[in-house]
């Protein structure tokens, strides 16, 4: 057991002058990814700021037609919400697709933003991860490579982001809404998260003394026509292989309008723009849509141990557009 200081926050400000203060501290929300890396040993904070009594738990309409989903709100909640449900289903799905019920009742929205990477080597504090500990090397060059990405790694890095809910998000164009010493800033969630390059224990372009107070989502009539297709090992509580976040709108049998982002494949969100700028004016057929997908894949840069990762995405996307062309046939 690691000792370590507890805190807690009166205020937003206050929250982010304590982290401030405690270069290896760490905030405390729902805690189920930051508690897992304590009791690892991935993670050694010697000081927790517990921010959950901060007033971002409700989920607001904005004056320009968008959403407001606050920090603190629960995935539980966030999923059960009848707006959310109505107007981004996709979001829905994705976090019903992800964890346990028991967990969605802890997590919160912005921690969920913030999960590290699965990777077996980054959670394994006995082997060598650039992510964990930069310089060391990246084991799952020559190792375990299943869950590993195939667009945007790096020599240093191969990992993937984790989360559901951030596909979905990026899919939709969501801003996140930030804190820190030097006041407030919204980043579009496309600039939020990086690509590993030769810094890969930077998830974020967050500071490392800024919280996370709200994620804004535009109002974007045709996310109601949205869905979000999981493929993984197991019916339930595991992490994508590949996931596709998509939204279509179709009229008189064409392509008006596309919002696709993948999961699993990278180690950020990956917001197919390749595809979406292809399928943009074309016909919303089987074949466009594997002629888009195919052009997002391009770029594919699989290892043997996650080759076939790339028919699987391409399978996974063009199943989820044709679904959402036959839902829009039918309505």
Known sequence: MNPFRYERARDATNAVALLARAPNGAFLAG?????????????QPDVLIDI?????????????????????VRNADLAADRTIRTRYPLLAQALLAGASGQLRNAATTGGNLLQRTRCVYFQDISKPCN????????SAREGYQRDSAILGASEACIATHPSDMAVALVALGAIVRVLGPRGER???????????????????????????????LPELPFAKHSYYRKVRDRASYAFALVSIAAALDVADGKVQDVRIALGGVAHKPWRATRAEDMLRGAPATEEMFRRAAEAELNAAQPLPGNAF???????????ALLDLAEEEEKR
């Open 31 to 43: 805690g189920t990814n930051l508690v897992d890396h304590m009791k690892l040993g991935v993670r």
């Open 52 to 72: 959950t009594r901060l007033p971002y738990d409700r989920i607001e309409a904005l004056p320009d037609g968008g959403i407001r989903i606050g920090a603190m």
């Open 131 to 138: 992510k964990r500990a930069p310089g060391s090397g990246c």
């Open 186 to 216: 919204a980043i579009p969630i496309v600039e939020f998260y990086r690509l590993p390059d030769n810094e890969p224990q930077r998830d974020t372009v967050l500071e490392r003394d800024e919280l996370i107070t709200a994620i804004d």
């Open 309 to 319: 990762k790339v028919p699987l995405a391409r399978s996974a996307l063009v199943r």
